[in-house]
């Protein structure tokens, strides 16, 4: 055997070969990684309705608190008028002749009107009984809740849902309470 100046041998040490393709552990890895993500947007995607629904539900409930305490501090009547594409907030404004009529308020941020998803229908219960929702409002028309400065409000019960019935919330308050918002279970 050779050596060289340096003292090394000359002669190359044995390599082994490379291997062509991909271990058992790698592919296991990759394949998890893979269903990891898989499972993500599939439980992204399905739940995004139902996070509309619940999200719609829970800002009207927290709006109609807000409107609740506001005709108290306001001391006036404020009104909320839902048709099927949506809902707004209205007040009672006295006029010098003739009756007081139901505007629009326009100037809140908080409550203005709002639309309803397109894929969410809404149905209210008025003393029990279904009360059918306009496709639109017509200017000065009343509210279908009405709040109080007594702080009094008109008791409802208002369930959205998807058009297919699958996911349902309630919003649901009698005459001071709060509104309480749940999930009816879901049909088959």
Known sequence: MQTSATGMSSEKPHRRSASKGFTLLELLVVLLILGILFSLATLSIGNDQETQIKEDA?????????????????????????????????????????????????????????????????????????HALPATSAEHDAPQLYFLSSGERTPFMLRLSSNDQRIVYQLKSNALGPVKVGKELELP
Do not use: C, M
């Not at 829970?58 to 839902?82: D, H, N, P, T």
């Open 58 to 130: 829970y800002r009207l409930a927290s709006l109609i608190e807000l409107v609740s305490e506001e005709a108290i501090l306001q001391g006036r009547q404020l009104g909320l008028k839902f048709t099927t594409e949506g809902y707004s907030f209205l007040f009672l404004a006295p006029q010098n002749e003739g009756p007081s009529l139901w505007l629009q308020l326009e100037q809140d941020k908080l409550l203005r009107p709002r639309e309803f998803h397109p894929s969410t229908s809404a149905q209210l219960t008025l003393d029990d009984l279904p």
